[in-house]
């Protein structure tokens, strides 16, 4: 936004469509039903790959939530917020992009149901926190804990987050290598720097020749 004698002046790129109201939580709500649409189909043990081809004809079969929408070319702004909730979930946890887009999807869909019965948009955000602190509640009951000598839990843990992933084809030796690294830099009470963990590729070989 810029100023010009006191008048500020919306600055837009050539082409852009501005909107309001209603129709902008519509449109905004339908962009980001649209990526959660893009992914649900590869969501759980049925999901099913995507084959993707860009625009110099390489192409790319996961089923993999953020690999999937890393690749499209995405221009809508609430459908970019849906992207950085994969990327977030990505970096923070590693696993479960598609699920958090899913779930971000259809609590929009949600969302649009009430606006239409002309609920306020404030009031449906407090719900939403209301929601997310009740199931954070029965989660953490539900939780279990995990110490780094706890062999069996932490190979089920690993092989579930390989499910889906090109490394699954060698997932018992990845699955022993990764549990035996994090066993080896875990500090005493479990807690765990992955930064102390360095991956190198070296190219040659297969999967099974990973030391």
Do not use: C, F
Not at 20 to 42: C, F, P, Y
Not at 83 to 95: C, F, L, N
Not at 114 to 120: G, N, S
Not at 144 to 166: Q, R
């Amino acid at each position: 936004m810029a100023q010009l004698g006191g008048t500020p002046i919306l600055i837009l790129r050539e082409g852009s469509e501005r909107t309001r109201g209603r129709d902008a939580q519509s449109r905004n709500i339908l962009a980001a039903k649209t990526i959660a649409a893009a992914v649900k189909s590869t969501l759980g043990p049925k999901g099913m790959d995507k084959m993707l081809v860009d625009s110099m004809g390489d192409v790319v079969i996961t089923n993999d939530g953020a690999t999937i929408l890393k690749e499209m070319d995405i221009e809508h702004p609430a459908a970019k917020m849906m992207v950085e909730i994969a990327k977030t979930q990505d970096d923070e946890v590693g696993d479960g992009t598609t699920s958090a887009v899913v779930i971000a999807g259809e609590l929009l869909k949600r969302a649009e149901d009430l606006l239409e019965q002309e609920v306020h948009p404030t009031l449906i955000v407090t719900g939403y926190r209301l929601a997310a602190e009740k199931a954070h509640e029965i989660l953490k009951g539900l939780t279990k804990d995990v110490t780094p000598d706890d062999t069996e839990t932490l190979k089920k843990i690993a092989m579930t987050s390989m499910t889906g992933k090109g490394a699954e084809v060698a997932r018992e030796l990845l699955t022993n290598l990764a549990v035996e690294s994090v066993r080896a830099i875990a500090e005493k009470g479990g807690k765990i720097d992955i930064d102390h963990i360095k991956l190198e590729k070296k190219t040659g070989g297969s999967k099974d020749d990973t030391v």
